[in-house]
């Protein structure tokens, strides 16, 4: 199994560095609620736990953290208030089939209150109001192939709609968890966003116009315009987590991105009895030269990063024969957005 680790370690780097993205390529991919993330331990450490991530919310971090779920049922539900006053609502459950592994389902929704429409004829707004729905929904499944290998993998569907205009893709995530033997070392990598290119299409793309050139009074003709394509924001992650003492873990992630500058999140993580608390942060490790002409403050604004640190707790309270894991994280942002927050409530079977 150690053997496989080292593989699956080397084709994902292989194929990440093939495809490693620059500043200067951020914004070319789309379907960017992939990146939003979900589970209030995973935000408070700035997503550094992918090597340890288990549960329901390992099918956002690293799939194979479902096979540590290996009894009984567990169900999540949680909010947060995202950016723009756009609200995420995030939920999902994991069943262990024994030694056959673990499978979950998960569900991510944007919600964008209602905004109103403008035209070029009334571009204050005519009155009327629009809301796009946006979603993925994921299934994976894990398996523990021994006291120390996580192997796992999902399939997401992704799904955007504007009014009567829609975009829909496919993505595959797939992920591994190793744990030393002999040290409190546990190492995770997962490849995610690996899949088909999205573009929109619908009849809100119809347009009429009068063709070129014609006479006086003919009429208008009737086409669709043809949306361009977009590719999904694959990324390949790689994250070490080291037990310091018995309650306290520090955990460093590394993530490739194929459509922006890379990341490094750092996060640790303190346990005493039923209880948690975690903080993290995370920054940009760009090796881009400055163009010329591009003055160093918005050179600065192009390759930093929004977010900064992070912070979250949490606590398990024994409710009858379940278990209940009620968490809070915070996110903050460095300039243009505000903080978001998240509450999450996990119930144990």
């Known amino acids: 199994m150690k053997n496989t680790f080292k593989i699956f370690l080397g084709c994902a780097v292989l194929v990440s560095s093939l495809t490693a993205g620059t500043v200067r390529s951020a914004g070319t991919a789309g379907a960017a609620q992939l990146l939003i993330p979900v589970g209030a331990e995973t935000i408070a450490l700035s997503g550094a736990n992918v090597g340890t991530v288990a ?3 390992a099918l956002h971090s690293n799939v194979a953290g479902l096979a540590h779920w290996s009894s009984g049922f567990q169900g999540t539900v949680s909010t947060m ?5 756009i609200d995420v609502t995030y939920a999902g459950m994991v069943v262990s089939m024994g030694e056959s592994g673990t499978f979950g389902m998960t569900i991510k929704a944007l919600d964008f209150g209602e905004i109103p429409k403008t035209t070029a004829f009334a571009p204050e707004g005519d009155g009327q109001t629009f809301s796009p729905s946006f979603f993925t929904a994921s299934a994976g499944f894990a398996r523990a192939f021994s006291d120390r290998v996580n192997v796992g993998a ?3 569907v992704i ?5 009567e205009t829609s975009a829909t893709g496919i993505a595959l995530d797939v992920g591994v968890q190793y744990r030393f033997p002999t040290q409190p070392l546990t190492f995770g990598v997962t490849m995610k966003n690996v899949g088909s290119r999205m573009h929109y299409d619908g009849i809100n793309l ?3 116009l009068q063709p070129e050139g014609s006479a006086s009074g003919s009429s208008n003709e009737s086409f669709r315009i043809v949306a361009d394509n977009f590719a999904l924001p694959t990324s390949l992650d790689i994250s070490a987590t080291y037990g310091l003492l018995d309650n306290l873990d520090v955990s460093a992630n590394f993530t490739n991105h194929s459509y922006q500058s890379n990341t490094l999140g750092i996060g640790a993580k303190y346990t005493l009895g039923s209880a948690w608390i975690g903080a993290g942060t995370i920054m940009v490790l760009g090796d881009d030269e400055q163009p010329a002409g591009v003055n160093d403050a918005d050179w600065e604004e192009w390759s ?6 992070s912070l979250g707790a949490g606590v398990t309270v024994p409710v009858g024969d379940y278990d209940m894991h009620i968490s809070y994280a915070m996110r903050t942002a460095n300039e ?4 978001h927050t998240t509450l999450q409530v996990s119930l144990d079977f």
Not at 81 to 85: E, K, L, R, T, V
Not at 336 to 339: K, L, T
């Open 55 to 57: 549960g329901v919310d």
């Open 81 to 85: 208030s995202y950016i723009a006053d």
């Open 206 to 208: 119809d347009q009429d």
């Open 159 to 163: 799904s955007e709609t504007i009014e």
């Open 154 to 156: 999902a399939v997401k």
């Open 336 to 339: 243009f957005f505000d903080d």
């Open 304 to 309: 930093g990063t929004n977010w900064g640190g």
